[in-house]
């Protein structure tokens, strides 16, 4: 017996040589003082014994146990110093400068309908979207747009076939929202809409829109004319005053375009507001009734408005910035300013 604890010692001693990593450490101390390692094996057979040999036995492998025991906690101890004061050495200069990961953002645009979202949100108002590639029937006819009318005319929208386009405005998700419900229906919907302009410093062939619809029983101009008041304060800032000018289109009625004061003068004059000190930044009115004949609504019953604003000509005021163009090229240096 005392032979075979001889034997384990020696091992243990060789084996203790052949060390190189902490996990190698970790190993030898899991198979001699593991609870299924050596030395408990060896606990196991002292009630095997005859009762003479037990206890001298016993006190051979407690000696055992202490010698690796403290040789395995020697090995963990020189281990971590050395490693350490290599690590000092060899891999840490507390002298070089940091590392700044670069940190990505919303484009302009997106942050701007977040935040016409968000005002929108505490006011009840929910989010839908409709499709880019539209039938004619949304984007003009069900919109009370009579078939003669000059924004028909492939001048003015991009045709796809026959009736297939891509949709010049985002009034057309009014129609698809009130024929999929029923009033109460308080809806804003953020998107892209198409128009063949030349682009210059002011358009763009594909811009944003966001469209508002609220209907419900007695819904008036007054009401309109709160939400739009509630909205421009909060996006634009206290000061900011808003005028209402009488206007037309054909699925509103009556219907307005929607100034604010001119943000980048602040009303004194400048080459943005053209000198009037006002510039405008949505169309607005009064759902006309063809528009609620297209989807079934009764009219006696309910009334409601819409409006339409452009996210890239309202971000531009905001930001104070002068050419549309900026938004779509992806220049790093442009986009990170937000
Ligand atoms: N769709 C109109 C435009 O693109 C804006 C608008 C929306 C006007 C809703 C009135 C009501 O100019």
């Avoid at 014994?49 to 403290?70: A, C, M, Y």
């Avoid at 935040?115 to 004619?136: C, H, N, Q, T």
């Avoid at 779509?328 to 986009?335: A, C, G, Q, S, V």
Wanted: net charge neutral; aromatic share 12%; proline share 5%.
């Amino acid at each position: 017996m005392i032979e075979k604890l001889d034997k384990i010692k020696r091992n243990f001693h060789a084996e203790t040589k052949k060390v190189s990593t902490i996990n190698d450490i970790e190993q030898l101390k899991i198979k001699y003082l593991g609870r299924k390692g050596i030395i408990n094996d060896l606990m196991k057979i002292i009630p095997t014994l005859p009762s003479e040999q037990r206890s001298l036995f016993g006190q051979q492998i407690n000696l055992l146990k202490t010698d690796v025991t403290n040789i395995i906690e020697e090995a963990h101890k020189r281990f971590h110093s050395e490693s350490s004061s290599k690590v000092k050495k060899e891999l840490f200069d507390i002298t070089l400068p940091g590392k700044h990961p670069f940190i990505g953002k919303k484009h302009p645009l997106t942050q701007t309908i977040d935040d016409i979202k968000d005002v929108f949100a505490r006011l009840g108002f929910d989010v839908a979207y409709g499709p880019e590639v539209e039938l004619e029937y949304y984007n003009f006819e069900a919109l009370n747009i009579p078939t003669d009318h000059p924004s028909r005319t492939d001048f003015d929208t991009f045709y796809i076939k026959n009736d297939v386009l891509l949709r010049s405005q985002t009034s057309t998700v009014q129609i698809r929202e009130m024929e999929k419900k029923k009033p109460p229906i308080r809806i804003i919907a953020p998107g892209r809409v198409y128009r063949p302009d030349t682009v210059d410093a002011r358009h763009s062939f594909m811009f944003h829109q966001v469209e508002g619809l609220l209907v419900d029983e007695g819904v008036s101009f007054a009401d309109l004319k709160g939400v739009l008041n509630q909205f421009i304060k909060t996006y634009f800032g206290q000061d900011v005053q808003m005028r209402f000018r009488p206007s037309f289109f054909p699925f509103t009625e009556p219907s307005a375009e929607v100034d604010i004061s001119c943000s980048i003068c602040g009303r004194k004059g400048c080459s943005v507001c053209s000198y009037s000190g006002w510039v405008e930044i949505l169309g607005a009115g009064m759902v006309d009734p063809n528009v609620f004949k297209a989807v079934h609504y009764d009219v006696e019953k309910y009334s409601g408005f819409a409006f339409g604003m452009g996210v890239e000509r309202i971000t531009m005021l905001k930001y104070c910035i002068d050419d549309i163009r900026l938004f779509y090229e992806n220049d790093i240096r442009f986009l990170s300013q937000f």
